[in-house]
């Protein structure tokens, strides 16, 4: 069983419901005032900004919470699913190896690194998803799987990585920081957690 994937997905699934409900543009892969509420962007969170939405109101700097509530919004359906199903197959493959504790301090190390990597390369737009948490899931299981002498392009995960780093540099509009981020510090912790034993 892996109920810690299960709940991550049921959070994501329910925040992204609440935020269509608020405007239904949310599932159109629009910019909602939900994703300004909730999302991350560099300049904003140094100096803060007025609200596109709302210009009477000023959003202040300083709100830290973003770097964690921008991993549970979403752009679109589309977004979403690819997000959840990546997440519900890495979790089946690692919440079971490492445990429910050390899987959530993956997780949550990986989307703080996501983050990070934003506020570090990525300055225009708002970013949001859970991307940058599930490439540190793929990097910690490839560097995980790399330390027990497995080659991990015989596995799905290294292919799958690789990929997905491609369509990153790729596509107009993916976070490169995110994406960057969450993926060195899933592998910083994947080597540590997955040491062979």
């Given at each position: 069983?892996?109920?810690?994937?299960?709940?991550?997905?049921?959070?994501?699934?329910?925040?992204?419901?609440?935020?269509?409900?608020?405007?239904?543009?949310?599932?159109?892969?629009?910019?909602?005032?939900?994703?300004?509420?909730?999302?991350?962007?560099?300049?904003?969170?140094?100096?803060?900004?007025?609200?596109?939405?709302?210009?009477?109101?000023?959003?202040?700097?300083?709100?830290?919470?973003?770097?964690?509530?921008?991993?549970?919004?979403?752009?679109?359906?589309?977004?979403?699913?690819?997000?959840?199903?990546l997440l519900a197959q890495l979790?089946?493959?690692?919440?079971?190896?490492?445990?429910?504790?050390?899987?959530?301090?993956?997780?949550?190390?990986?989307?703080?690194?996501?983050?990070?990597?934003?506020?570090?390369?990525?300055?225009?737009?708002?970013?949001?998803?859970?991307?940058?948490?599930?490439?540190?899931?793929?990097?910690?299981?490839?560097?995980?799987?790399?330390?027990?002498?497995?080659?991990?392009?015989?596995?799905?995960?290294?292919?799958?990585?690789?990929?997905?780093?491609?369509?990153?540099?790729?596509?107009?509009?993916?976070?490169?920081?995110?994406?960057?981020?969450?993926?060195?510090?899933?592998?910083?912790?994947?080597?540590?957690?997955?040491?062979?034993?």
């Amino acid at each position: 069983l892996t109920p810690v994937t299960y709940a991550i997905i049921g959070i994501n699934g329910l925040i992204f419901l609440w935020m269509g409900m608020r405007d239904s543009d949310t599932f159109a892969a629009k910019v909602t005032e939900g994703h300004i509420e909730l999302g991350l962007n560099k300049r904003l969170l140094q100096y803060g900004a007025l609200n596109p939405f709302d210009p009477s109101e000023v959003i202040g700097p300083h709100q830290w919470y973003r770097l964690v509530t921008a991993g549970f919004i979403h752009f679109g359906l589309f977004h979403i699913l690819m997000n959840m199903l990546l997440l519900a197959q890495l979790g089946q493959l690692l919440e079971r190896a490492m445990g429910a504790v050390r899987f959530v301090l993956l997780y949550v190390a990986s989307l703080l690194a996501g983050s990070l990597g934003v506020l570090l390369i990525d300055s225009d737009g708002i970013t949001g998803g859970a991307s940058g948490a599930v490439f540190g899931l793929m990097a910690g299981a490839a560097i995980g799987l790399h330390r027990r002498g497995v080659n991990v392009f015989s596995t799905g995960i290294g292919t799958t990585l690789a990929l997905n780093l491609v369509l990153t540099f790729t596509i107009r509009g993916i976070s490169i920081g995110g994406h960057l981020g969450g993926a060195i510090g899933g592998a910083i912790c994947g080597w540590v957690m997955l040491a062979p034993t």
